[in-house]
């Protein structure tokens, strides 16, 4: 355990991508939507209320209400609350790992899921692996704070392989980031 | 090689089939009085028609198959491969697709193009080279033409939004615009297009040949909380376009220089219920789809995939299609309607027949008058809807 | 109407060919797999009662006890005995014409029919239509007399698409050739 | 590039999709104590192993997927384009894929080739330009390799027969062999490979160095009245290849220089039925389906798909699966199964486990010795099941 400090994160980011590596155009590219995209909101609240997430049983979606934690095979693990596609868990991968000959896309959508055994939430990176054919197994579409295409981070439906050498979908992983 | 030769190509293969049967020793067939044997041919197609739909396969499909809403009936069918983007020429000559393809298949060199098919052969006429565009279909807004069908804009995000600029009398990619924080084109005549933003605004972005002026409007919507479903409608002839959002807020605004923004009606309280919010828990009828809505324009009738549940159900397919008259704001008609259909457009002429498809694939064709189910299509494809618009 | 003479045709081809064309690679090709290739009957009796094929209602397939002369559309019009595929005729072609875009392949599979009408068997060409996505509309699978790949010309499954600009398979049509 | 260096790179991804959320000035993230941020990977896969079936996605489809027959689970998937045939390198280093791509995907030009995958890291590691194959799918025998794995034979038809001989070492084509009126590899160790005609007998074609003598068997079977399925099977340890027509004749034949055919048996009679015949109206358990038949190498257990019906319903789906001792020429096992299953394979360890499925994808695991339905498997594939075979 750590203590998740976004700052920190942005300057590890910035020595590593100074160190020079061919996604630097991918990375760039992104960096600049990012600065000139105006800032959001993780949970849908109004931005008044953003420092205060209401976190009550009311609050919780449906998704939320029936959510597990023990299997990550299945659609209504906690984590999924914002997928859309072939879990890889069930398609030879793991909740954060690729299938074999598949490649992580660097750059993935965003979701925060509540996770039912402590009640908080937190921020999953829905990385797509990519360059084989579609998997096919354990299909979900899950639609928890997921948002339309001017707010790509939010978004489910972009095939997100950027940067990778092909941009074939897959399946998709849920990687746990930290708390939202 | 032009088309007749190809023809006379194809009868001397028609030739080879019965040569295939000659040699076989029947001594009954030289013996026999049979119909002349048939020759191949290939149909030409009529230009774009009103009450045609032209539906995407679905995911991962590669065609867009037309369908005669009058008779439920299969015409043609565009090439139209993985997560490409069609648009129909508003002169009715051309279909133009979007499209990004790799020299292997599953890898290899990535190519992104325009291609250029004859509407009457349906062949492959011209291809145009694009720096790039987002790959993920199923949304009317990422690549567009203006009235005059000159210019075509296409949506690129690589993970940085922009838009092509491509000369369509030229066929050439003529500049790329920047469009950060924004995504999809609304046209607007005269002056470029315009883009629903994360900021909740629209942007207006003004070409003036090698440059281009962006406004935007007044912050109108929250993009995380309560999104605008980015398959907007756009009416030619009002210069107007129509928005839901997943509350079921429908907002229409005027393009231009300056976009006026109506103020927003509740679908909900268009049918005497109460407005729909984001609260989970509350039930009510919402909104949902990949394209969720449709209008006929001759009419000024929204047309909305309606189904019950709690906020967060933006993809869930239909239970009814709800009719609303925009001008009045009221809704006018219910269908109820099986399958959980998540796609719908409506044709453009005065029988305004409506098709609806889900992930199945299994289409209906629904006369928006009677709410009659007039024809179903098994196999007709779960994805995007697209119709001839009214100039 | 004509008399089928399969020789006058076998020379037809002949002047045809030595005309000259770009496909004159397939027919050759084709020509040469025919003549090592040996002969064979067209409806499943042994060679030696081939001179009287037994067109009797007991000597039907089940195909042919239902085949209907009225709808090319369905999958049990007498013609698609052995079609395997979408029917163009589904697809916005007809009975022996591609939808636009198509392109019809030179060369093609056989079947032999009977026609309900008059009690006799046909020749039918399955021709494919090519060069577009696969049709999905009408989708039939007939197997009388269809054998399995050392017999091609009878084998339903291969994608007859040679000589043509694009091998993608479309649909189907059922030309009538002559009598069988 | 290594895997590491790939590695490494996407932990850097990692931190990308760290900073977009540290970009958004929630003041809750940094007051947050959380577990830590996982990082990506990816995972290697064990080489071929004797208990997994490998299941093509049906017509279309881009994929083999790997499900391992004792639990049911997916383990990976082979690249494996539309209509393209597998093959498993007898050393388990490598899974080769014969494959015909465009370079536009549905246009452009057209690239025969052989694709060589790591088994471990199903990475493409080679390709192995050929001069053509048949495109078809859904054959075993089209593509097969010698028990060495040193040499390929990838059958080809354009429309005329031939055979492609590659040098899997060099990973070269080395030359075609025409053979006309006969189809699909049989293996013949130490001669080259033999084939089923359409004369009713089989080819065999005795490879020597640059040329070859082909020699052909008595005509045996009517290709034409009572064709064998393609689809034979072959045991390496016996030099045996197993073969059934469609009434349901069972034939072995010794390869060799001089291939010796054995006297068939029938199915039906196996099991003291009647045996079927050719006749119309005639109502009798007939093999049917794609890859109808399954060889249990290591008990001599032959498995066939059976459904009642008439003549000519060779391509019906499956009532009833038929465990058939070869050597006592018996019927041991009666299994009924649902979903008309249309290919059939069978792990060749002492498990004995049986996958069948059908068009619609559905796959079943089946234990033959009890006929228990061990898994069901949505979405598997509809298409040919391949399994590692003992050498």
């Known amino acids: ?180 | 090689m032009t088309l007749e030769r190809k023809v006379s190509r194809v009868v001397l293969g028609s030739m080879l089939a019965g040569s295939l049967a000659g040699l076989a020793p029947l001594p009954a067939i030289a013996e026999t009085v049979v119909p002349e044997a048939e020759e191949p041919g290939v149909m030409t197609m009529e230009p774009p028609k009103a009450n045609w739909f032209y539906v995407r396969g679905g995911w991962g499909s590669a065609g867009s198959s037309i369908f005669d809403a009058s008779t439920g009936k299969m015409v043609g069918m565009v090439n139209t491969s993985r997560d490409s983007d069609l648009a129909i020429d508003p002169s009715g000559k051309f279909y133009y697709v979007a499209e990004t393809i790799w020299s292997k298949v599953n890898r290899g060199t990535r190519q992104d193009l325009i291609s250029v098919y004859d509407s009457k052969t349906l062949k492959l006429v011209s291809e145009i080279p694009t720096p790039g565009r987002l790959i993920v279909g199923g949304f009317t807004t990422n690549f567009v033409l203006t009235d005059d069908g000159k210019t075509a804009y296409d949506y690129n995000f690589d993970p940085a939004s922009s838009v092509n600029i491509i000369d369509m009398v030229k066929r050439k990619f003529v500049r790329a615009v920047e469009l950060p924080g924004c995504a999809g084109m609304i046209l607007n005549p005269g002056v470029g297009f315009s883009s629903l933003c994360a900021d909740g605004t629209i942007a207006t972005v003004a070409i003036k040949g090698a440059t281009q002026d962006i406004t935007r409007t007044e912050p109108f919507f929250d993009a995380a909380a309560d999104p605008i479903f980015s398959n907007t409608l756009y009416d030619r002839k009002k210069k107007q376009v129509v928005m839901v959002s997943y509350t079921g807020l429908v907002r229409t605004a005027s393009v231009g220089a300056k976009v006026e923004v109506s103020a927003p009606f509740s679908l909900q309280e268009a049918g005497g219920m109460k407005a729909a919010d984001v609260k989970p828990l509350d039930i009510a009828w919402y909104p949902g789809g990949m394209q969720p809505i449709a209008l006929h324009r001759p009419s000024g009738t929204l047309w909305v995939l309606m189904h019950k549940g709690e906020y967060w159900s933006h993809k869930e397919g239909a239970e009814e299609i709800w009719g609303i008259n925009l001008a009045t704001r009221k809704l006018i008609k219910r269908i109820p309607v099986e399958g959980e259909p998540g796609n719908i457009q409506i044709t453009q002429d005065d029988a305004a027949l409506i098709m609806v498809n889900g992930y199945k694939g299994k289409a209906l064709i629904i006369d928006s008058k009677t709410g009659e189910v007039k024809h179903e299509i098994e196999n007709a494809g779960g994805g995007l809807i697209t119709v001839v618009e009214p100039m």
């Open chain 1, 1 to 180: 355990m750590k203590r998740f400090n976004p700052d920190a994160m942005g300057e590890k980011l910035l020595r590593r991508f100074a160190g020079g590596t061919s996604r630097r155009g991918i990375l760039a590219r992104m960096g600049a939507a990012l600065v000139a995209a105006p800032v959001f909101p993780l949970l849908p609240v109004s931005r008044a209320e953003a420092a205060k997430p209401d976190r009550s049983p009311e609050a919780k979606t449906a998704f939320a209400r029936s959510a597990q934690t023990t299997d990550q095979t299945k659609c209504n693990y906690w984590r999924y609350c914002a997928i859309d596609g072939a879990l890889c868990t069930c398609c030879g991968g793991g909740i954060h790992t690729c299938p074999a000959g598949a490649e992580p896309s660097p750059v993935s959508w965003v979701g925060s899921c509540i996770n039912p055994d402590d009640g908080k939430a937190y921020m999953i990176a829905y990385r797509d692996c990519c360059g084989k054919p579609a998997c096919g197994q354990c299909n979900c579409d899950n639609t928890d704070r997921e948002t339309q295409l001017y707010l790509p981070q939010l978004n489910n439906n972009v095939i997100w392989c950027f940067g990778t050498s092909s941009m074939e979908y897959h399946c998709s992983t849920a990687m746990m980031i930290g708390a939202a």
